[in-house]
């Protein structure tokens, strides 16, 4: 049977290096690391995780600040505060939370956001630095896993990956990310012919859909690694992922529970990006 990920202890360890990170940043520069969240509406998921992402950043003694403002907010009203946090010297990590109300347009936002302080790593700059193998800012969700897989001490030097899912915030960034680490890498999506085969000859499977139970027990190699990325409710209203865990778990060596997996380490990599972003500034 499959050893459990324990993404909520994984993502404590992250959060106890960030908060020793951020204390030897205060002592040396006499201010705290800044996280500042731009909320624009009133999506009741989008207030929870901005709500949430504030209070983790407080825990660790990041400032984080919250910039909430009216659904029927401007494109250029929007750009306006995108530019004033670009400026903001305490400001090390801006954030515009997406989705944003139908009427904004996120990629005209997000290429105006300084890559400096892209800590969601979706700048057009953050991509080609992570493509190119160059350091920069990564997108939280994918480096998170990395941070799952790191943990497991499986070698990623020549091993299969299968990536299921090609989304500009996880599956794009994760491929990239495996083969930096010199995996194998098959990128899968929806119009990818037999999965099942894909996912029969991989050592690293990441599920990065939004569909239930997608990716069969069965389908999964002896001993392979499954990352489950996906977030769905069940009939009975239950959070499930991508994979059908039990039949899974008989086969995998290592596998993340959902929840309690991949959702824990996106805001712990939030945080140690936003430090990331600080002592780079810092040392301009
Ligand atoms: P998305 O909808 O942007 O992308 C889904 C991808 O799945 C697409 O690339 C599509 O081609 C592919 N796909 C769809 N149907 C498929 C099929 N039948 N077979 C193979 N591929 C198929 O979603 P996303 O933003 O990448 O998120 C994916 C999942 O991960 C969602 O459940 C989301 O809630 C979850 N998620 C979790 C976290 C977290 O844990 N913190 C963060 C981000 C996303």
């Not at 499959?2 to 201010?31: C, L, P, S, W, Y």
């Not at 700048?123 to 800012?137: A, E, F, V, Y």
């Not at 499954?226 to 290592?254: C, F, H, P, Q, T």
Request: proline share 5%.
């Amino acid at each position: 049977a499959a050893k459990i990920i324990d993404g909520k202890a994984i993502a404590a360890e992250v959060k106890a290096e960030v908060a020793q990170r951020v204390t030897a940043f205060v002592e040396k520069h006499g201010r705290a690391p800044g996280l500042d969240v731009v909320l624009v509406g009133d999506d009741p998921a989008s207030q929870v995780y901005v709500g949430s992402k504030e209070k983790q950043a407080g825990t660790v003694g990041i400032r984080g600040a919250v910039h909430r403002m009216p659904s029927d907010t401007t494109q250029d009203a929007l750009e306006a505060k995108v530019r004033e946090l670009n400026a903001a010297r305490d400001v090390d990590g801006i954030l515009v939370q997406l989705p944003l109300p139908k009427h904004l347009d996120s990629q005209r936002v997000i290429d105006v956001l300084e890559p400096g302080k892209d800590v969601d790593g979706l700048t057009p700059i953050s991509t080609g630095l992570l493509w190119s193998d160059r350091p920069g800012l990564r997108p939280c969700t994918p480096w998170g896993c990395m941070r799952l897989l790191q943990h497991t001490g499986v070698a990623l030097e020549g091993a299969r990956a299968v990536v299921i899912g090609r989304s500009a915030l996880v599956g794009k960034p994760i491929a990239a990310m495996l083969v930096a680490k010199n995996a194998t890498v098959t990128l899968a999506h929806s119009r990818t012919k037999d999965l099942a085969a894909r996912v029969r000859e991989a050592d690293i499977v990441i599920a990065a859909v939004g569909k239930a139970e997608l990716v069969r027990g069965d389908w999964i190699k002896d001993g392979a690694v499954v990352i489950d990325v996906g977030i769905n409710r069940s009939a009975s209203g239950k959070l499930i992922g991508d994979v059908e865990y039990a039949g899974a778990a008989e086969r995998a060596s290592w596998i993340t529970p959902v929840p309690g997996g991949v959702g824990p380490m996106t805001i712990a990599m939030l945080l140690s990006n936003t430090v990331d972003a600080a002592e780079r500034r810092a040392s301009w």
